[in-house]
């Protein structure tokens, strides 16, 4: 899919809650202040107007989805998410719950970060190329896409492919 900018689509839903709170939206200063991030300037900002989602394999035992966003400052993103994971935790020590972790691994020559449970349990991989962000709950999947990518295997070839098969 294609969107407007998310900075827009942003000040247009920071808008529409003003007009409900008769012009006064003060929960975002708040949120923001809690987050240690600014929604509107460091991750809408650091996105574009382009995404796609895929559900690519089986549903069980565990769901095969990607998610591609394009990304125009891919650090100012990785900083955001960094700050949101702090605040999670911050969130989840106060309630005794157990932290998150964000790492990090260079495999094949790329960077791959990775969100898991203190346990161990993987939440979802990113990686960024050629400005989108990838993301899929294995490094399998990423790898996957990125080979098929590589081999000129995009969406309109795989669509081209399916309408000769029938």
Do not use: C
Not at 63 to 69: I, L, N, Q
Not at 136 to 155: C, I, K, Q, Y
């Amino acid at each position: 899919g294609v969107a407007k900018s998310p900075v827009a689509m942003f000040d247009d839903l920071v808008g529409l809650a003003a007009r409900e709170h008769d012009g006064e939206f003060d929960h975002l200063a708040e949120l923001e202040s809690k987050l240690g991030i600014s929604l509107r300037d460091d991750l809408a900002a650091a996105l574009g107007g382009d995404f796609a989602f895929a559900v690519d394999g089986p549903w069980l035992p565990k769901p095969s989805w990607k998610v591609v966003v394009e990304v125009l400052d891919p650090a100012r993103l990785e900083d955001a998410l960094g700050r949101l994971i702090e605040a999670a935790n911050r969130e989840g020590e106060a309630r005794d719950r157990p932290p998150l972790v964000w790492s990090q691994e260079e495999a094949g020559g790329r960077l791959y970060r990775r969100l898991a449970t203190a346990g161990g349990q993987v939440l979802f991989e990113v990686t960024v190329t050629d400005g989108y962000l990838l993301a899929a709950p294995s490094r399998a999947l990423l790898v996957e896409t990125l080979a098929r990518r590589a081999a000129g295997d995009t969406l309109p070839e795989q669509l081209r492919q399916a309408v000769r098969r029938v």
